[in-house]
């Protein structure tokens, strides 16, 4: 039994991943319906996307390292993408350029930017940038405030991987430290 904990101490991040894994199966088994719809988020494709280069050369070697380290992988969406919400269809449109779900690069192994998270990370980054959804027909929605942007996240990841106690550990980080990229957008907006 002793040689079990020393283990678990010392691949704690195992055994961490172990522990949610065992919080999440039990939440979703005791009462959390998979199958309830919170925003009828519907799409019948996948995006379809394109990854930009990470910019390391003529950076230097320590500028590259650092850039390696602390950047992250931008995509650009290379066809229009439709998706419905509360049954509404809206856009987001060919161009668009955005760093998938926020996962610290310790947790990437785990939580890959570009799994499960894809689709509500997509939408979300949308909204951060803009505050709006692109309707079909190019109107757009009123402004939303950050917390109504992190809840439209969290219910189409949800929606769409089932996995609730995940999708609100995003959305609790979200709540916590968001604000750095919504104020980021919104002094990139002001200044433009």
């Known amino acids: 039994m002793e040689y079990i904990l020393q283990l678990m101490i010392e691949w704690w991040q195992f055994t961490t991943v172990a522990v949610l894994i065992l919080i999440g199966f039990t939440a979703n088994l005791f009462g959390v319906d998979n199958d309830k719809e919170l925003v009828g988020f519907i799409h019948k494709d996948m995006p379809h996307m394109k990854p ?3 910019p ?3 950076k230097g070697f320590w500028g590259a390292i650092k850039i390696w380290l602390l950047g992250t992988r931008t995509w ?3 066809k229009d993408w439709h998706f419905t919400v509360l049954g509404e269809e809206y ?3 060919k161009g668009f350029i955005f760093d998938e779900a926020s996962v610290p690069k ?7 930017p570009v799994g499960v998270l ?3 990370g997509l939408v979300h980054d949308y909204l951060y940038k803009y505050t709006v959804l692109l309707k079909k027909g190019g109107k757009t929605t009123e402004p939303m405030n950050q917390k109504q942007a992190d809840k439209l996240f969290r219910d189409i990841n949800i929606e769409q991987n089932g996995f609730h106690l995940l ?8 709540r916590v430290a968001g604000f750095v990229a919504w104020n980021g957008h919104r002094k990139r907006e002001a200044s433009s």
Do not use: H, M, Q, R
């Open 76 to 78: 650009e969406i290379t």
């Open 167 to 174: 999708n609100y550990l995003a959305y609790w980080s979200l």
């Open 52 to 54: 930009i280069t990470i």
């Open 56 to 58: 390391t050369a003529g």
């Open 118 to 120: 894809l689709v509500g």
């Open 91 to 93: 856009i987001i449109p």
């Open 106 to 112: 310790f947790l990437a192994s785990w939580l890959s």
